[in-house]
Structure formats: C-alpha cells, structure tokens
C-alpha cells in the first residue's frame, strides 16, 4: 500500500513535466546546449571511438562537472523514441526528479513511521514549487545535486543503524555523484556528511564486510563506486583549475556581477528570503506549511510530546534547518542571484514539513494541506502549459512551451547550410536561441547521421576588444560567419554582445568574405569565407 502510493504520487506530479517536454520546440542556449552538445558528442564517440569516448568523457566539458552529460548520453538514443534528441535528454532529468522524489518518500516513512499521509505531502510538495516544475523542463545540472542532498539526507536517518561498510559506500556514492553534478555541492551536504563521519568513527570500520557483500544492492554500489570514483577523481584531476575559475567568477566579481547585485548580508538575505518564497512557497504552499506546522505543534502541546520518532529522523529535520541557515547565509556573501542556486534546499524543506505534521492525526488536517498542495500543484503546471495566466510572484525559470518550430528548424537549415565539412565557424551574436552553444548542439545532433563534424565557437566570452575579436576570426581560419543583420541587433548591446554589430560592419567590408543568400525573417546573415 505505502509504495503503491509513493507510486501514484510520483506519476501525478511528474505527467505534466512530460507534456510540457513534449510541446516544446525551443532551441536550447547556452549552457543547456552546451550540455546537449557534449552529451551527444560522448554517445558519437562511444559509436565509433573508446579512446575518443575517455577523452571526451574526462575533457569533453571542462570548467562544470560533467554528471549532467555523463547520464545524458545514455539517453541520447531514445531520441527516435521521443521524437527528437531534445526530449530524450530532458527525460533524463525527470529520472533524476523521480529518484529524489522516491528518497523523499523514503524520508518521510522513516520521519513518520506511523504515517502515511506525510511522506505522501511531502513529496507533493517538493514537486509543486515553481522552481521544481520550471528546471523539470531545463537541461540543467540542479535535478542531479537534489539527487546527491536526498541521498546525504537519507545516509543521516539511516547511518546509526547501518555497519560502516554500508555507510562508507553510500557515502562515497553520494559524495561522488554531488561532486559530478555541481563543484559546490559539498557546501550542500556539510553539514549531514560531518554529521555521519561523527557516527562512522564510532563503528568498527572492518567489520561486516562480508555480511554487506552478500547484499545483492550493496554489491551494485560498490561496483558503482568502483567504476564512477576514478573517473571523478581523473575529471577533477584534469579539470580542478578551471572548475575552480569557474566557481569564482560565477559567485563573486565582475561577471557575476551581471547576474545580481552586490550589497551588504542582511540586504542580500533579504533578497534571498524573497526568493526562497517565489521559489518553493508562492502562491499557495506556504498555507500549507503554516496548517501543517501550527495543527503539529498543537498535537505535541495537546499530548505532551510526539509519536516516537527514530533518532536518525531527528537528527535529520536539525541538519535541513541548519543548513538551509548557512546555505542563505553564503549565497548572502556572494554576488550572483539566481533562484536555480536554491533549487536542492527543496529536499531540506520537504524534510522540516514532514517532520511537523509528524503527530498529525486528524485527516481533515491533512486533507486540508494536501489540498492545498495540490491547488499549487495544478496551477503552477496550468501557467507552465499556457493554460492560466501568470501569477503574481512568478520565478524567472517557469515558463510556457514555445510550440512554433520556425526558429528551430530556421537553426537546422543553418546548421545544414555551414556544416558541411569538418572545420570552424563562428557565430558573431550570443542570442539565446541564435549562439555558438546552440549552433554547436544542432551540428553534433546532425552528425549522427552525417558523420561530418563542424565546430561553431563565439567572439570571446563577452568581449569587449574589436581587434581582439578580428584576430580570432583570422586565428579559427573559419569557413562561415553567422550573425543578425543591424536592424535585429539589440540597441544597446548587452554586455555580451559588444562587438557584435562593429564585428558585422568588418566582415561585411572583408573582401574575403561574401555574403550567402538566405531568407530569414529574423535577419539571419550568413557570410562564407573565400
């Protein structure tokens, strides 16, 4: 019965998610391209190359850990399943969502021993915030560091009870999938995992392992871990000075500065407060978290305590608060804003509410905030799908499926036009459906059945330096050059897009480079080097 209903629960919430997928034609940009890139680029390989494969598998992306691209190129071939590359890839981060959905429930059942209802809310409302419905539909690396937290959170109500080897393994599996998702995923599980080296140095650590060996799942994990801790630690090998850069200029200092604001803590934390709630309570779950932890507090009051509750579950509901405190307290010291940072800290959540409605026995408490939950729930996906308007406090990453295919198949035709032999050629505007991200993507996409691989490469990240971007035109000895007429140019340029329209007036004045005629409505040019 309790996994039936962890079952029904699971498919409900994550059924509109697939809809959504499958409605959307959006050429990806930027960084979920780039992922989309490398995690067919790996599959190509894996086709025709094993040396090819481990290169790209250890170098293929550099500054961002490759978790992300190393589970996606497993789902590459059931694009013919799903009707394109696109949707086979995102359903890989549904896999993701389901699984730490699933270690929620498992939470709740091991918070609530003698409830049913809660584990169920909990995972409801996980999967009702704004943020878990908009990246259901990003192919973006969050979704994989939930699945690291729920994991730690897991490890922490089960470790006093399990023998060393068994917390050894799971922590390793965790540690390395969290570092394979996101470099910053450790300050994510702190204070969990020092939490459970506490209780591990106090079991005898050479004890049971033939007892753990015997368990048909321990031995999966272990050959697991065997296999993905090398090629964890040889990617952070490789990698460790970009992915390090990356981590700076993406939290504090100039670029970072482009995506938020500097001030002091208590005004970020004020910003951060606000977009907690946007994220994961607006409009309706907060009601639902007040009914659950007003009517729990008046259950333990009325009773003089609570239904016993495992000392590891405990544990458990203290480190989700604490760390969720110290998570708003570093993203308060930094620069950058971005709510996708949040995106884990709904596993903590989902622990706190389960835990307060805990004592909860009265079912029409629990119907109440389970109906709210699943108003939440319907709306937020009713504003995903187009079919309600937007609300008041709605999240920069809930949007609507672009179903018009016009910008996706103009991007095949210009992907079909340029990539015809292997070689570079570089796209002179960054515009979210129009980069070299995006272009690069289709290209790979194409090779597959094509076998010709073409790059695309941009000016220079942001470059600001006319010359400096002429120089790299001449250095890729490119064969096209792809940009956006003056009139669809953005006036002024942002700060990515700086030399875009002086680099158009050079390679239009460039006599080795003539124009190829292409009908586009929105002012594509494509321009061919003699």
């Known amino acids: 019965m309790v996994e039936l209903l962890c079952l029904v629960s699971l498919i409900g919430t994550l059924i509109p998610n697939l809809v959504w997928i499958a409605r959307d034609h959006t050429p990806w940009p930027y960084d979920q391209a780039w992922y989309g890139e490398v995690s067919v680029n790996l599959w190509f390989n894996l086709t025709r190359s094993l040396s090819g494969w481990l290169r790209t598998m250890l170098a293929g992306i550099d500054m961002k850990p490759p978790g992300v691209v190393w589970l996606g190129q497993l789902f590459v071939p059931l694009g013919s399943v799903f009707g394109s590359i696109e949707s086979a890839l995102l359903f890989s981060v549904i896999v993701a969502q389901a699984l730490t959905l699933y270690l929620v429930f498992r939470i709740g059942r091991a918070i609530a021993p003698d409830s049913y209802a809660a584990p169920v809310l909990g995972v409801v409302f996980a999967s009702a915030g704004q ?28 470790c006093r009870e399990w023998s060393a080897p068994r917390i050894v393994l799971h922590m390793a599996g965790s540690l390395f999938l969290g ?31 033939q007892d753990e060996w015997r368990n048909n799942s321990m031995r999966v994990l272990a050959f697991s871990v065997c296999v993905v ?40 934390l004020v910003v951060w407060l606000k977009l907690l709630d946007r994220s994961f309570l607006s409009p309706y779950l907060g009601w639902a978290v007040a009914i659950a932890i007003l009517a729990g507090l008046a259950y333990r009051i009325a009773r003089g305590g609570t239904r016993a509750i495992p000392s590891g579950g405990i544990f458990a509901v203290v480190l989700s608060a604490l760390q969720c405190a110290l998570l708003l307290l570093i993203f308060s010291m930094n620069d950058a804003v971005d709510s996708r940072y949040m995106y884990a800290m709904y596993v903590f959540l989902a622990t706190i509410l389960m835990w307060a409605c805990a004592p909860i026995t009265n079912r ?105 971007a002429v120089k790299r035109v001449e250095d890729f000895k490119i064969m096209f050059y792809i940009t956006l007429e003056e009139r669809s140019q953005t006036v002024p340029p942002n700060f990515i897009n700086i030399v875009s329209l002086p680099m158009l007036k050079h390679i239009s004045e460039d006599p080795t480079f003539h124009p190829v005629p292409l009908a586009s409505a929105d002012g594509v040019l494509i321009f061919q080097h003699k």
Not at 179 to 191: D, I, Q, S, V
Not at 246 to 261: C, N, P
């Open 131 to 158: 943020i878990f419905v908009g990246l259901s539909h990003q192919f973006m690396v969050e979704p994989l560091q939930a699945l690291a937290v729920a994991w730690t959170v897991f490890i922490v109500i089960r």
């Open 364 to 468: 029409a408490v629990f119907l109440a905030a389970f109906a709210i939950c699943a108003l939440q729930l319907i709306t937020v996906h009713r504003i995903a799908l187009g079919a309600a308007g937007t609300a008041s406090e709605q999240g920069e990453w809930l949007g609507t499926p672009h179903e018009d295919r016009s910008r996706y198949n103009q991007m095949e035709r210009i992907v079909a036009m340029t990539s015809t032999k292997p070689g570079y050629n570089i796209v002179g505007v960054e515009e979210p459906w129009l980069n070299a991200n995006t272009a690069s993507f289709f290209a790979v996409k194409r090779s597959l059945d094509t076998g010709v691989r073409s790059y695309y490469t941009s000016l220079g990240y942001a470059e600001k330096n006319v010359a400096t």
């Open 229 to 268: 801790g090398p090629l964890t630690a040889g990617w952070y090998a490789v990698n460790l000075k970009a992915a390090w850069r990356h981590v700076r200029e993406a939290s504090s200092g100039e670029i970072a500065l482009q995506y938020g604001t500097r001030a002091s803590v208590p005004a970020k």
């Open 179 to 209: 570092l394979l998702a996101k470099a910053t995923t450790p300050l994510y599980c702190l204070l969990p995992f020092l939490y459970i080296g506490l209780v591990l140095i106090r079991k005898p650590l050479f004890l049971g392992w």
